[in-house]
């Protein structure tokens, strides 16, 4: 059964935040062989492994975050995987599908349809380096993305720590608040209250905590906005999902789900 249509991302994100009183996003990027033994042989693998996840994290999660990359490597079973976790979230709990997609014209249109219309997902991560004809799409379907400004990776030192986040951050400010958020990475910890001053008003979504070294405490007092919403998701992936190898992987999920949560 498809999702009924639903709120845009900018409301579902305060209306679960003042529910769950959690920041916590959950990413579901489940790779096959790194899958415990208890789902190898079900038919579809990742989806017996996503279900288990969502049952037993979503008390504590404001947003859920599939990457679409690991979806895609398991071919047509994969993506059926995906349509099946993106259904089975709970409908107050807004999904990003983190695909990074940066094209213009038709293509971009086309991404927009297929993640926003077919897969019915709330919000997408964006790639902005080929301009505002990137955003464009999104705007017109009345969409939210969060655009790649200062990432987690070592090798964001190439390009966006060489002056380029300011100027990606100056950039999303043209566009309203409740459809353009930022990815500003937790382990780039000495930047964090600058890119929130750069950046006031926007949703963040703050991945690297955990496997990647990110602080939880410093990305929460230095990156939360000023008010009673703090327009911040903290994006847990292999610490929360990979919690555990063996049959009791979704009870530990939900146990490293709980720290982050409630921290």
């Keep these: 059964?498809?999702?009924?249509?639903?709120?845009?991302f900018w409301h579902k994100y305060r209306q679960r935040f003042q529910a769950a009183k959690s920041v916590l996003c959950v990413g579901l990027d489940p790779e096959v062989a790194k899958l415990p033994n208890c789902v190898q042989n079900a038919a579809n693998p990742i989806w017996e492994f996503n279900q288990a996840i969502i049952d037993s994290t979503a008390p504590y999660a404001c947003a859920y975050k599939p990457n679409l990359?690991?979806?895609l490597a398991d071919g047509s079973?994969?993506?059926?995987?995906?349509?099946r976790t993106v259904?089975?979230?709970?409908?107050e709990i807004p999904v990003i599908l983190d695909c990074k997609v940066g094209d213009i014209g038709s293509t971009m249109s086309g991404y927009v349809s297929a993640f926003f219309n077919s897969l019915q997902i709330d919000a997408i991560t964006l790639n902005p380096l080929m301009g505002q004809d990137v955003v464009k799409p999104v705007l017109d379907k009345g969409g939210f993305a969060f655009a790649l400004c200062l990432t987690s990776n070592p090798s964001a030192v190439d390009f966006l720590q060489q002056g380029l986040a300011p100027k990606i951050a100056?950039?999303?400010?043209q566009f309203p608040a409740d459809n353009i958020g930022a990815v500003i990475g937790a382990t780039q910890s000495s930047?964090?209250?600058t890119m929130r001053n750069l950046l006031p008003g926007r949703i963040f979504l703050v991945p690297g905590v955990g496997a990647q070294g990110g602080d939880l405490q410093t990305v929460l007092s230095e990156a939360i906005d000023a008010g009673e919403i703090p327009n911040i998701l903290v994006n847990s992936s292999r610490g929360i999902i990979y919690a555990s190898s063996g049959a009791d992987f979704a009870a530990a999920a939900a146990r490293e789900a709980?720290?982050?949560a409630t921290a």
């Design 1 to 8: 059964m498809a999702k009924t249509a639903s709120r845009s």
């Design 69 to 71: 990359a690991f979806y």
């Design 77 to 83: 079973r994969g993506m059926e995987a995906l349509y």
């Design 87 to 91: 259904e089975a979230i709970p409908e």
């Design 170 to 173: 100056d950039w999303i400010c």
């Design 191 to 193: 930047e964090l209250k």
């Design 258 to 260: 709980r720290k982050i």
